[in-house]
T-cell receptor, first 111, second 115 residues
Framework: GQQLNQSPQSMFIQEGEDVSMNCTSSSIFNTWLWYKQDPGEGPVLLIALYKAGELTSNGRLTAQFGTTRKDSFLNISASIPSDVGIYFCALNGTGANNLFFGTGTRLTVIP | DAGVTQSPTHLIKTRGQQVTLRCSPKSGHDTVSWYQQALGQGPQFIFQYYEEEERQRGNFPDRFSGHQFPNYSSELNVNALLLGDSALYLC??????????????FGEGSWLTVV
């Protein structure tokens, strides 16, 4: 079946550092989504990517859709304590709300 | 404008019991999906409702069932609860717009503990 692997599984960084995480799939997809989940809350969409090679920014966040359409990365610049949480990549399934989530990267920012 | 709201936020049930979780979608949204998120894992798609019918289903047994009402709100029912059903249950809603596509919003979830 479909696999969506994220790395690293967890990261501990100092406030102000840049962060990079990535996601790889076993199949080709047309849309990559990045979500963040804070403790006790549901996932919130950060960035959506729709074309191979696309590079999109949202504030301090930048994500790219890999040219092979099997991978994507998310960068966070100048991390702050509120960046703490779990970051998930996700792909659209065949339905409108059918998302397939990755394994997640847990980020801890040390003040 | 309220987002996706779910109830209850936390509940504890005994093995073999039945549970009903409720979801009100974001205003204007007509499609609702349910996800199960076990501790330390990503959410897994259970099923999706549109126009009061189940449209898609993930790899979950028939013990998991749902319903969508005319006002687009939805319920998730789980029968014959197992310990492994302990998880955060997330509701997501969306509305397809030709210009902006389909943005999915999640609720804060219902924490179910089965003992």
């Amino acid at each position: 079946g479909q696999q969506l692997n994220q790395s690293p599984q967890s990261m501990f960084i100092q406030e102000g550092e840049d962060v990079s995480m990535n996601c790889t799939s076993s199949s080709i997809f047309n849309t990559w989504l990045w979500y963040k989940q804070d403790p006790g809350e549901g996932p919130v969409l950060l960035i959506a990517l729709y074309k191979a090679g696309e590079l999109t920014s949202n504030g301090r966040l930048t994500a790219q859709f890999g040219t092979t359409r099997k991978d994507s990365f998310l960068n966070i610049s100048a991390s702050i304590p509120s960046d703490v949480g779990i970051y998930f990549c996700a792909l659209n399934g065949t339905g409108a709300n059918n998302l397939f989530f990755g394994t997640g990267t847990r980020l801890t920012v040390i003040p | 404008d309220a987002g996706v709201t779910q109830s209850p936020t936390h509940l504890i049930k005994t093995r073999g019991q039945q549970v009903t979780l409720r979801c009100s979608p974001k205003s204007g949204h007509d499609t609702v999906s349910w996800y199960q998120q076990a501790l330390g894992q990503g959410p897994q798609f259970i099923f999706q409702y549109y126009e009061e019918e189940e449209r898609q289903r993930g790899n979950f047994p028939d013990r998991f069932s749902g319903h969508q009402f005319p006002n687009y709100s939805s319920e998730l029912n789980v029968n014959a609860l197992l310990l492994g059903d302990s998880a955060l249950y997330l509701c997501a809603s969306s509305f397809y717009d030709r210009g902006s596509g389909n943005t999915i919003y999640f609720g804060e979830g219902s924490w179910l503990t089965v003992v």
